[in-house]
C-alpha cells in the first residue's frame, strides 16, 4: 500500500512540484529499466562465451598434459623440468578497464602479452612432443586469462543488474506509488479547501443580505 510523503502542504505549488517528481521519476524508472534489459542481454551473452571458453580450457588442458607425459615418457621428469627453466616470459601483466553499459570492468591486456616466446633450449636437447606440449601450454595460458577476464565480466555485470533491478523496483513499487497517492491526498485536500471556501462565501453572503434587509 502506497504512503503519503510526510511534511507535505496541500498547496497548488506542491501539488505542480509532485507532478514534476512523478514524471521525472517515470523516466528515471525507464531509463533504468532499458539499462537493466540491456545488461542481461549483455551478462547471457558472455555466459554463452565463458561455457565455449570452459569447454576449449578443459579440453586444451587434456591435451597439453598428454603431450607432456609423453615428452617425460622420451626425455624423463628431471630432462624436462630442466629444460621448461629455459622458456622466456610472456611478458608482464598490465591493466585497463573496458566500460559496458556504465560498469567499469577490470580487463587484462592480453593481446600485449606473447604467447609463444623465443625458446632458450636447444632441439637437440628435447624432442618433438616437448615442443607440441611447450606450444599448447602457451595456447592454454592465453585462454586461461581470457577466461579470468570473462568471469571478471560476468561477476561485474551480475552484481549491477542486481543493484538495477533494485533501484527499477524501489521507483515502481515505492516512490512513483507514494508521489501518486500524495497527489492524490493533496487534490483532495484542495477540492475540500475550495468547497469549505464556497460554504463559507455563500453563508456570508446570506448573512449581508440580511443585515441589508
Not at 73 to 88: F, K, P
Not at 178 to 199: D, H, P, S
Amino acid at each position: 500500500m502506497a504512503d503519503i510523503i510526510e511534511g507535505v502542504n496541500p498547496t497548488r505549488m506542491e501539488l505542480l512540484d509532485m507532478k514534476k517528481k512523478v514524471a521525472l521519476a517515470n523516466k528515471g524508472h525507464k531509463l533504468l529499466e532499458e539499462k537493466r534489459d540491456a545488461l542481461v542481454e549483455r551478462f547471457f551473452g558472455i555466459i554463452d562465451q565463458r561455457k565455449k571458453l570452459r569447454a576449449e580450457v578443459e579440453q586444451d588442458f587434456k591435451d597439453a598434459y598428454v603431450a607432456l607425459i609423453e615428452a617425460e615418457m622420451i626425455l624423463g621428469e628431471d630432462q624436462v623440468e630442466s629444460v621448461s627453466l629455459l622458456t622466456g616470459d610472456v611478458g608482464k601483466l598490465s591493466f585497463d578497464t573496458v566500460n559496458i553499459m556504465g560498469v567499469k570492468i577490470p580487463n587484462i591486456n592480453v593481446d600485449a602479452l606473447d604467447f609463444d616466446p623465443k625458446r632458450l633450449y636447444g632441439f637437440s636437447e628435447t624432442c618433438a612432443r616437448l615442443d607440441d606440449a611447450h606450444r599448447r601450454f602457451s595456447r592454454l595460458s592465453e585462454k586461461l586469462l581470457r577466461l579470468a577476464d570473462v568471469e571478471s565480466d560476468v561477476k561485474s555485470l551480475s552484481v549491477e543488474i542486481e543493484k538495477t533491478k533494485r533501484r527499477v523496483n524501489v521507483l515502481e513499487y515505492k516512490l512513483i506509488p507514494n508521489l501518486l497517492a500524495t497527489i492524490k491526498y493533496i487534490e483532495m485536500r484542495l477540492e475540500e479547501q475550495e468547497r469549505e471556501g464556497f460554504v463559507r462565501s455563500k453563508h456570508i453572503k446570506k448573512m449581508m443580505e440580511k443585515n441589508e434587509s
